[in-house]
């Protein structure tokens, strides 16, 4: 593969902007032209040769923005390599097992042919957006749960992927 790679994420408070930048620094690693964009903000996906699209889980379900991305890009996304990742569960499920993409995710993989999709642990510390962050919180469960080791070995696994495309 010789274009550029987009990684694009639906973040709300900010911790899976993060893993969205290390996949990328990872993909960056093996040689390959990256761009990190908010999937708000991505106006189209026709420059990249390959995607990796991402974002938290809400009450079961991807981030608004990140959602939208797909609705919208739906027919570009179907026409290149599409590989998805999640990060929610707020304690180390997400490190001690595969955790399935939700039902939403999954009729997307299904309608969109992604190549793969991961769950990674989540994170909602102190001064988090919203009233529901605020109530787990308050609730004591919270906390940083990303395994970044992880997501650099699942980085690493669509970075061979790419290099064989």
């Not at 593969?1 to 893993?19: C, D, E, K, P, R």
């Not at 739906?74 to 998805?84: I, T």
């Not at 569960?89 to 997307?108: F, N, Q, T, W, Y």
Request: aromatic share 8%.
């Amino acid at each position: 593969m010789t274009g550029t790679v987009l990684v694009t994420y639906g973040s709300t408070n900010g911790s899976t902007a993060q893993i969205a930048e290390s996949i990328a620094e990872v993909l960056r690693k093996d040689g390959l032209t990256v761009d990190v964009v908010p999937a708000r903000s991505v106006d189209s996906v026709a420059p990249y040769e390959a995607v990796v699209a991402g974002a938290g889980l809400y009450a079961g379900r991807w981030q608004k923005d990140a959602r939208r991305f797909l609705r919208r890009h739906r027919r570009a996304l179907a026409e290149r390599p599409l590989w998805l990742f999640s990060s929610g569960p707020l304690d180390a499920s997400a490190s001690e097992r595969d955790i399935p993409p939700v039902p939403g995710v999954k009729r997307a993989m299904v309608a969109l042919d992604a190549r793969d999709h991961v769950t990674l642990g989540g994170c909602l510390e102190e001064g988090a957006k919203g009233w529901v962050a605020r109530m787990i919180l308050r609730n004591g469960k919270g906390g940083d749960f990303r395994d970044f080791a992880a997501i650099e070995a699942w980085a690493a696994r669509v970075a061979d992927e790419m290099r064989y495309m």
